[in-house]
């Protein structure tokens, strides 16, 4: 799909997908950056849940994020929920995430429009509110901005590991703490319940940065908790409302906007690499929805345009399984993209199995290119 951004710089143009572009303010490079795009609304929150209503936003971490919405059930509709009483900053939507426990920690993490250009300046903005129910609150909240997905299985502080190469074959896995561009200042602690407050900061982009982290990523003794007055909650800590995120280039002026590309031709087949799925599941995640919708938004400015899905998988498991996960899984991206606007006179689907494979199955990366989805343009 990157195929059909072109940027320079800080400039982003996607070809004639007007929906998706009157969504954002001019300039931000965040996706549903006031968290109001949602396949669903959210029922409830779950101690150990995962945030999946939301589009184009995922918890990197075991830390369950949570997403609230004025659509949403008792806990967790706007304004009032579970944490408390907090009108939106914008609209009707917004996130919560813990920020002070040593062993749990919960972020929020997003894929931005474009990657960001070397030697530029950016601003990057969000708003945060402590929660009313919040028994504590902090001053570390900060934004990091990654060339790679930050991920992690644990539930305790978000942190870059790397693989160290020792003698005689053998690696052991290091955790590195990761510094945020963006931070709030030590000295401010972040305790308003009633009022938003605004974390912000600039920097200069080595290039490449295409993902945006928020969270707290310092460890306990260096984060500044203090007491706030609240109940008590099922996760002492923390608990802070996000909304509204903002990326933005401050010296863009001046810079040529290149020629648009067409789309894709007829007969091409391209890879959706954005389109994500649990092990063994057929359930589209979250990390998927950005993708999918500048898709949708093709084929809703293009409604003569009809593409085949086509669902793929590496050669472990039975000819069968494999067959009922790669045709569940492209049937799976349809139903998304119809409830994008697409219409189902514009798709068909079909599954392949382990039969057409792209890469060896020999490595893990062979066979993680082989696992996927993609959609061939049938007629325009």
Known sequence: MRRYWTSLACFLVLVAVQPLRSQHPQGNLVYNASFEEHHECPKKIEALGVMREVDAWWQPTGGSSDYFNACGGRECTVPRNKMGFQPAHSGEAYCGIYCSQEMYREYLQTELMAPLAAGRRYRVSFWVSLAEKSPHATSAIGA???????????????????????????????????????ANAPERTLNDT???????????????????????????NKSRVVAADGSNTPLPGAYYYVDDVSVRC?????????????????????????????????????????ELRILADMLR???????????????????????????????AVADCLMRMGAGKEQLTWQGFGKSVPIADNDSAEGRRKNRRVEYRVVAH
């Open 144 to 182: 990091v901005l990654s060339r790679q997905r930050l991920q992690d299985t644990t539930h305790g502080i978000l942190m870059q590991r790397e693989v160290d190469d020792l003698d005689e074959g053998s690696a052991q896995s290091i955790a590195i703490f990761l510094t945020p561009q963006i």
């Open 194 to 220: 009633k009022e938003w407050t605004e974390v912000s900061g600039e920097f200069v982009a080595t290039g490449g940065e295409r993902f945006l982290t928020i969270g707290n990523f310092l460890p306990f």
């Open 250 to 290: 401050l010296d863009s002026a001046g810079l040529a906007v290149p020629p648009l590309d067409p789309v894709p031709a007829e007969g091409a087949t391209i890879v959706m690499s954005e389109v994500f799925f649990d092990t063994g599941e057929s359930e589209v995640l979250q990390q998927s929805y950005r």
């Open 301 to 331: 400015t293009h409604p003569s345009m009809r593409i085949e899905l086509r669902g793929h998988t590496d050669n472990r498991g039975t000819i069968d399984y494999n067959m009922k996960l790669s045709t569940a899984r492209a049937k």
